[in-house]
């Protein structure tokens, strides 16, 4: 399954019911996604961290455990084709994790309705809902 930062970042930084929702379907699944993957999740823990919705000491294990978590990592450059064929329907950073979905014909987790509304995709996306 490929995951994106709006399911990754909450299974590492949030302590709440949306963690646990998250971190329960990703539970025994084997997990990839493109490289930017680490990069989105921290700085969604940064933004998070800037405006009190976490402490520093939780940013910190966060991080940590993003450095840790057993995700497959891909090189992006190999999708640019199907990302820049997409443009019109996503951004350029959903459209790299609906790319390395279809490339290896398995779904996408995402908590983002954008990506799981846009048309034309080929691969499942599953919607885990409305992260707050």
Not at 34 to 43: A, G, K, Q
Request: glycine share 4%; net charge negative; with cysteine.
């Amino acid at each position: 399954m490929v995951v994106d930062a709006s399911v990754i970042a909450p299974a590492l930084a949030d302590d709440g019911p949306d963690g646990d929702r998250v971190c329960e379907r990703l539970r025994g699944e084997h997990l990839i996604a493109p490289e930017l993957l680490d990069l989105e999740v921290v700085s969604v823990i940064r933004k998070a961290l800037l405006v009190g919705n976490i402490a520093e000491r939780k940013a910190l294990l966060a991080i940590k455990d993003l450095v840790d978590i057993p995700i497959k990592r891909v090189s992006h450059r190999s999708l640019l084709p199907r990302v820049w064929e997409v443009h019109q329907y996503i951004t350029t950073y959903d459209a790299v994790y609906i790319a390395l979905a279809e490339a290896l014909n398995v779904a996408l987790a995402t908590a983002d309705a954008r990506p799981a509304k846009a048309p034309q995709l080929q691969c499942v996306v599953e919607y885990l809902g409305c992260l707050d």
